[in-house]
């Protein structure tokens, strides 16, 4: 039996129904969740792989969530096993948070 995932069981912020509906700030905590291993409680943990596997229409997130896919892994080690490249996902969270705050205060 296939597992149907449902929006508000990956986004948990209310009024957030899909990916393009987040914003930066939001996709930095999505990323800090996927690090958890309960994911966090604006997110689940799985709410990263989903939402570089989902079509988006804002154009801000699409250039974000290309940088996020095209670095996500490290590459793969002698037995072809990829690992996560957590230095990369902290990095990114931190810059997103810097360019949401940037964009805030009007800098």
């Known amino acids: 039996m296939t597992k149907l995932i ?3 069981d990956i986004i948990k912020i209310p009024g ?3 990916f393009d509906d987040l914003n930066l700030n939001e996709i930095a905590i999505m990323i800090s969740a996927s690090l958890e291993p309960e994911g966090n409680e604006c997110f689940a943990k799985s709410a990263l792989d989903e939402f570089l596997n989902v079509r988006l229409k804002n154009v801000e997130l699409i250039d974000t969530q290309k940088a996020i896919s095209e ?3 490290l590459p793969a080690n002698r037995s072809g096993i990829r690992r996560i490249n957590e230095p990369f996902l902290r990095r990114m969270a931190e810059k997103l948070q810097q360019s949401q705050d ?5 800098k």
Do not use: I
Not at 102 to 106: P, Q
């Open 6 to 8: 449902r929006a508000y």
């Open 16 to 18: 957030k129904k899909r």
């Open 71 to 73: 670095n996500v892994y």
């Open 102 to 106: 940037t964009h805030h205060s009007g």
